[in-house]
C-alpha cells in the first residue's frame, strides 16, 4: 500500500523542497516531488475542507490524515526533516542499554521512536571488564539481528534501532570522571580496547577517551586504524596534549563543557582546543542544566552547522516518573529533570526532540541549521552515512514532522507514523 506524506516542506539533509509530496512503498521512500507538479494532488482539495487552519481548529490535531487508495498524511506548516540519531545515549523507558536483550532494546527502541529518534549508538559506562563484555557480545547480536529487538514482548510497533556502540569509558580520567565509578576507570590498554571490540562484533563506532592518560595518544591511532572513531572527554588535558590526540585521529568531543577541564586562558586545555579546532566535531547535552544557555551559544559560535552534534545524554529515566534508576551498574536519583549519583550529574531524562527545541529556544538557530546537529552532523562524524540522516529515494522513511520552533509534531518509522508514547 502506498502512504503519502505532505507539509509546508522537506529538508532532506541536504537541501529543502517547499510543498514537498513524499510518497512511500514498502516502508522506503518511492519518490519525492513538488505538489503543485505532482502526484498527489493537495489532500484536502474537494474535499469540503475550508483550510488546513480550519481543520486544526476543529479537531484540535496537526496531522490530518485522508484514507483513500492509500493513506495521506497532511502536516500543514511542518517541516518534514530525517529521523533524528543520538550517538551518546545510555538508556530510556526504564532500561539501559547494557542489559542487552530485546526486551530492553525494544521498550527503549520503542520510546526513542515516538520522540523521533530512528537511530543511535548504544553507550556503555564504565564497568567490570566482564560485565562490559557481555553487554557489548549481547548488543552485537541484537545491532545484527534488529528483527529481534522489533518483535520483543510480541510487538511489533516500529523502534529506533542500535546501529553501532559509543564505550564512554573505562580510559576516563579520575579528575573528570564525573559519574562514572572510579574503581572500574582504567590507563589506556591495546589488548583490551581489541577484546571489547571483539565481543562487539566489530559495532563500536565511538569512543570517548581521556588524552592525559598514559598511552592514550597510541590507542587513538589504534582504534582509528581499527574504523572506530575517537572523541575526546572526562578529560582534564592541557591543550597540549588535547592536540596529539587530534593528530593521533581523534575527531570528536564528548558532552562539551561537562566533565572537562574548565577554560583558562594562560593554558587552554581541552576546552580551548574544542572551541578552536574547526576539524573538531563536537557533543553538546543541550536541557539548560548541563550547560546555561549562554554556554549553549558560545558552543554554537565556536562549533557552527557543520561541527555542532546535539546529544542526549540519556539514562534509563528518560521518559519515566522521578524515581531511582540504574545507570550502567550504579543507581541515579531523578527529581525534576536532574539525574544524580553521589552528587554529580549523571547523564540526563531528555529525549532528542526536546534537545533540538531548547537549542532553538536558546540560539535563535536557523531550523534547518539546527536539523544537522541531531542528522547530519552525527552520520558525518561517525561515518555512518549510509541510510542515516537523510531523506532520499530507496532509503527507510523514517521523517519527523517538525514546527518552526523544532518543536516535534509527528514521528514516522519505516513510513509507519509512531503514536506519542510515554514509556511508564
Ligand atoms: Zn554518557
Same mark, same amino acid.
Given at each position: 500500500?502506498?502512504?503519502? &506524506? ?17 510518497? #512511500? $512503498? ?9 505538489? /503543485? ?15 488546513? !487552519? ?8 496537526? !496531522?490530518?490524515? =485522508? ?22 545515549? %545510555?538508556?530510556?523507558?526504564?532500561? /539501559? ?19 523521533? *529518534? ?37 510487538? %511489533?510497533?516500529? &523502534?529506533?534501532?542500535? #546501529? ?17 565509578? @572510579? ?24 569512543? *570517548? ?23 575526546? +572527554? ?20 564528548? %558532552? ?5 577541564? !574548565?577554560?583558562? %586562558? ?6 580551548? #582546543?574544542?572551541? *578552536? ?9 543541550? /536541557? ?5 544557555? $549562554? ?13 555542532? #552534534? ?12 522521578? +524515581? ?12 525534576? +529533570? ?21 537549542? &532553538? ?13 541531531? *542528522?547530519?552532523?552525527?552520520? @558525518? ?27 516535534? =509534531? ?15
Amino acid at each position: 500500500m502506498r502512504t503519502v &506524506v505532505t507539509a509546508a516542506r522537506l529538508w532532506d539533509g541536504r537541501g529543502a523542497v517547499d510543498e514537498p509530496s513524499i510518497a #512511500i $512503498e514498502d516502508g522506503r521512500v518511492a519518490g519525492i516531488a513538488r505538489r /503543485d507538479s505532482a502526484e498527489p494532488p493537495d489532500p484536502l482539495a474537494g474535499r469540503g475542507f475550508q483550510s488546513p !487552519a480550519s481543520i486544526l481548529a476543529q479537531h484540535g490535531a496537526l !496531522a490530518v490524515v =485522508i484514507e483513500g487508495d492509500g493513506k495521506t498524511f497532511h502536516y500543514p506548516g511542518a517541516t518534514l526533516a530525517p529521523a533524528f540519531f543520538d550517538v551518546h545515549i %545510555h538508556g530510556a523507558a526504564g532500561h /539501559d542499554v547494557m542489559e542487552a536483550t530485546p526486551e530492553a532494546l525494544g521498550a527503549i527502541g520503542r520510546f526513542l521512536a515516538s520522540r523521533g *529518534t530512528g537511530s543511535y549508538l548504544a553507550t556503555t559506562v564504565t564497568a567490570p571488564v566482564d560485565a562490559t563484555l557481555r553487554a557489548l557480545e549481547g548488543l552485537a547480536k541484537l545491532i545484527d539481528y534488529p528483527q529481534r529487538i522489533e518483535g520483543a514482548n510480541g510487538s %511489533h510497533q516500529p &523502534v529506533a534501532r542500535p #546501529i553501532g556502540i559509543h564505550l564512554e569509558g573505562p580510559f576516563l580520567s579520575h579528575a573528570k570522571r564525573g559519574a562514572q565509578p @572510579a574503581e572500574h576507570l582504567l590507563a589506556p590498554n591495546i589488548a583490551l580496547f581489541d577484546r571489547f571490540l571483539d565481543a562487539a562484533g566489530g559495532h563500536v563506532r565511538l569512543m *570517548t577517551l581521556a588524552p592525559e592518560l598514559p598511552g592514550a595518544a597510541e590507542l587513538a591511532r589504534h582504534a582509528t586504524a581499527r574504523g572506530v572513531r575517537v572523541s575526546v +572527554g572526562h578529560s582534564d588535558a592541557t591543550a597540549e596534549e588535547t592536540r596529539a590526540a587530534i593528530a593521533a585521529g581523534a575527531v570528536s568531543a564528548t %558532552h562539551t563543557f561537562n566533565a572537562m577541564r !574548565a577554560l583558562d %586562558h594562560r593554558e587552554p586545555g581541552i576546552l580551548g #582546543i574544542v572551541l *578552536t579546532d574547526d576539524s573538531l566535531y563536537a557533543e553538546l547535552i543541550c /536541557d539548560g542544566i548541563h550547560s546555561k544557555p $549562554e554556554m549553549v551559544k558560545l558552543w554554537w559560535r565556536a562549533k557552527g552547522p557543520e561541527r555542532g #552534534i546535539l546529544v542526549t545524554d540519556a539514562m534509563s529515566a528518560a521518559g519515566m516518573p522521578d +524515581g531511582e534508576y540504574m545507570l550502567g551498574g550504579f543507581a541515579v536519583q531523578v527529581a525534576n +529533570g536532574r539525574a544524580m549519583a553521589r552528587g554529580v550529574l549523571a547523564g540526563s531524562v531528555l529525549t532528542l526532540d526536546r534537545v533540538l527545541a531548547n537549542f &532553538v529556544a536558546y540560539t535563535g538557530a536557523p531550523l534547518e541549521e539546527a536539523l544537522r546537529l541531531v *542528522t547530519v552532523n552525527p552520520a @558525518a562524524m561517525t561515518g555512518m552515512g549510509g541510510d542515516v540522516g537523510k531523506v532520499a529515494v530507496g532509503a527507510p522513511a523514517n521523517l519527523v514532522a517538525v514546527d518552526a520552533n523544532g518543536k516535534l =509534531i509527528a514521528s514516522m518509522m519505516s513510513g509507519r507514523p509512531v503514536p506519542s508514547l510515554s514509556a511508564a
